[in-house]
């Protein structure tokens, strides 16, 4: 009964299988055209798997208030700092290559395939229904593996590179091989210079990898396998000149290079434009001064132009590419503006990389200013579509964006720039999670310094935390231009944001936040104050867990402290109160208790402030409070003590302030037995502003004066 029911679904799959064949086979496509009942169906469109998701999602939009699809949608979960995004998605991907890593390691465990029930057979991987190969085990060589030519040819069409180098050992090396492996092994060589590369499918260590960055320097590996291969080749065909040609341009070896090409052009091998567009582009790294390096691109374009090669868009990058990395001035402006007037007439028009190359030259960081990003986004504005040619398309929105923010400073044209990245898919050349976060920083600090407070406030609510996380410097501004603004409920807010986004310890941005706090409280209303009150409070109660964490760690390099201006802002600030229990008093002693152990950097810098701080102690009930404040004023020797001693003790004794003076300078031993212990601290704290000694120092010395006298 068993095969019985195995048997039939067989068949039913056959059967299904057979009706789906011939009605491929015997379909046809619409012509245009009226059919005879009338009915014209439109030609057949072909369409991609997932171009329906596309059209649903074009009809959607994007969320810049949801997080990204990487982190899960779960509150507790989403990650809201720079850190801590990028070792989520990280250490989310490097479970996947720990599951690929099994995989490949302990391939005989994947072997079989089980079905769905209810047969639950299993059958071997390779005979899976739909065969995927990426997820197949791939194959592992070692010393004792026996290969052929076809697996090397394998691992060269996978860019398995140490493999491919494996095998291509095991196969005794290069008198082994056929000519057409052999260019292909040379190919894969020279396009990664004998370097594993990072796996497509491992997306985040791309995107954060800072060994993605380019670096331009001779890198290109001089006696490796690559000129090995090329050298034992014979005869040496053009495809194998053009491949070690473009691979020594691509790293850098630049004489090697155009000496490769020398030789070919002397022995009538012919040369792409590729290998031609390789040489442009390192052309400043053979020759010094820039009409000596003016005068060998135009013999290399002379040279194209002799072999009947027709220059494309990859030629005018590599022109501007090399120009870009001379310098600046008004000579390489003026020639960088020909380039892309003479490939305009050979109907060739700037890409994105190219523009890029022309912002590099005109644009410089010291440079004047000058304005041809209005001219490119307005061309750019008049295309339909922009498509990506070259992975140096990425650079053209950050550097534009750059451009908007420090050279032109110019608002409105970094909106025309944002709002052409924004337009149909051209946010997939805002390039890597790095790029992303620089034109961020850009956008967000031109909105801060010179757009209206309305739009710098939209823009933010649009931004951050999902899609942009402001660094220190950037968050600075921020701070800046809320202080201008007066927004005392979004510098409260401000405080947590420091917290979530990991910027809570840095204590340049923390005492910025605490002065904005001090220059906008007087005029915030009393629900804002309090707001104010609090977060000043919790950086001092965040500070003090810091460093009870930092001492039980035995950390090295320990927070730096907060100064004592910041702890001086955080007194005047939680001392705005006329209630006596109100928590925020706490925070003003442990504050001053700092100023006066030492725990902080420097003096403050309004004494004043302590000053008021005592009276108002003193006002409201706290007496130990206030002589506290006045002690530390008298201990620094500020000029301030003297007239806050006695506006305090007025306060506290509720006398007139000439009686405060009149009882001050009775005999120190009837204030020790009339005062209370707080007032008399008060009273001490005078006498240290008025002689620099404490009064029961006065009275001992004295005493012994007196006593040495009477010995006489």
């Known amino acids: 009964m068993y095969s019985n029911i195995v048997l039939s679904r067989q068949w039913s799959r056959v059967a299904c299988f057979c009706r789906y064949v011939s009605t491929i086979e015997g379909q046809t496509l619409p012509q245009p055209g009226k059919s005879s009942d ?148 040379l190919q894969l060589l020279c396009f990664y210079n004998e370097k594993e590369p ?70 009538g091998i012919p040369l792409s434009t590729s290998v031609y567009n390789s040489l442009l582009g390192c052309v400043g790294f053979l020759k010094e001064g820039v009409s000596l390096r003016v005068e060998a691109l135009k013999s290399l374009l002379s040279e194209m132009n002799e072999q009947g090669l027709s220059p494309n868009s990859e030629t005018m990058n590599a022109c501007l590419r090399s120009i870009s990395s001379w310098g600046g001035g008004k000579a390489l402006q003026t020639i960088a503006l020909q380039v892309v007037a003479e490939f305009r007439l050979l109907g060739i028009e700037p890409t994105l990389s190219a523009y890029y190359y022309l912002l590099c030259v005109f644009c410089k960081e010291r440079g004047p200013r000058i304005d041809i990003l209005t001219d490119i986004i307005a061309d750019l504005e008049k295309r339909e579509s922009i498509k990506a040619t070259q992975a140096t398309d990425t650079n053209f929105f950050i550097t534009a964006m750059g451009v908007c923010s420090d050279h032109l400073q110019d608002v409105n044209l970094a909106e025309r720039v944002h709002a052409l990245l924004m337009k149909d898919d051209n946010y997939k050349l805002v390039g890597d999670a790095y790029k992303e976060s620089i034109y961020y920083r850009h956008l967000v600090t031109v909105t801060c310094k010179y757009a209206p407070f309305e739009k710098t406030t939209e823009l933010l609510d649009t931004l951050v935390p999902n899609i942009y996380v402001p660094e220190p410097t950037v968050m600075e501004e921020i701070i800046r231009t809320l202080e201008v603004a007066g927004a005392g409920d979004r510098l409260a807010e401000a405080w947590s944001q420091l917290v979530v986004y990991g910027h809570a310890k840095r204590t340049k941005l923390v005492e910025k936040l605490l002065s904005a706090f001090c220059s906008c409280y007087t005029y915030q209303e009393d629900e804002v104050k309090a707001k104010i009150r609090n977060a000043a409070a919790d950086i001092l109660k965040y500070g003090q867990l810091v460093e009870e964490r930092e001492e039980n760690e035995d950390r090295r390099s320990p927070t730096p402290k907060l100064s004592a201006t910041a702890l001086s802002n955080i007194v005047e600030l939680c001392s705005d109160t006329q209630d006596k229990l109100d928590p925020n008093w706490t925070a003003v002693e442990d504050a001053i208790q700092k100023l006066r152990n030492e725990q902080a950097t420097g003096v403050p810098e309004r004494p004043q402030a302590l000053a008021d701080v005592a009276q108002k102690a003193a006002t409201v009930g706290k007496p130990e409070l206030a ?41 120190k031993s009837s204030l020790a037995t009339s005062l209370h212990p707080s007032a008399l601290a008060v009273a001490q704290a005078y006498h240290i502003a008025k002689s620099g000694a404490p009064a029961h120092e006065s009275e001992s010395s004295e005493s012994d004066s007196d006593t040495s006298s009477d010995d006489e």
């Open 198 to 267: 990072v796996s497509m499918e491992w997306v985040e260590e791309r995107w954060f990898s800072a060994a993605t960055r380019e670096r331009q320097a001779a890198t290109w590996r001089l006696g490796g396998l690559a000129d090995k291969i090329f050298t034992a080749m014979d005869p040496k065909t053009s495809e194998a000149y053009c491949a070690i040609i473009q691979g020594m341009a691509k790293y850098f070896q630049a004489e090697r290079a155009h000496a490769l090409a020398q030789e070919a052009r002397e022995q």
């Open 627 to 667: 002589a506290l404040a006045v002690t530390y004023l008298a201990e620094c020797g500020f000029e301030e003590a003297t007239a806050a001693s006695v506006q305090t003790l007025g306060v506290m004794l509720n006398r007139p302030a000439e009686e405060i003076e009149t009882l001050l300078q009775e005999q």
């Open 38 to 185: 009338g009915i014209s169906p439109p030609p057949r469109i072909p369409r991609g798997p997932t171009d329906i998701l596309q059209a649903l999602a074009a009809t959607v939009g994007s969320d810049p208030t949801a997080a990204h699809y990487k982190y899960h949608d779960d509150p507790f979960l989403i990650p809201q700092s720079n850190y801590r995004k990028r070792a989520y998605a990280l250490s989310a991907e490097a479970g996947r290559k720990a599951a690929a890593w099994i995989k490949d390691e302990h391939a005989e465990l994947f072997t079989m395939r089980e079905w769905d029930p209810p047969l639950k057979m299993k059958t071997p991987y390779f005979n899976a229904d739909p065969q995927i190969e990426a997820f197949a085990p791939k194959p592992i060589y070692n010393d004792e593996s026996k290969v052929t030519e076809e697996d090397l040819r394998y691992t060269i069409q996978n860019a398995l590179l140490e493999d491919a180098i494996k095998v291509f050992e095991l196969l005794g090396g290069v008198d082994n091989l056929n000519d057409e492996l052999k260019l292909s092994l």
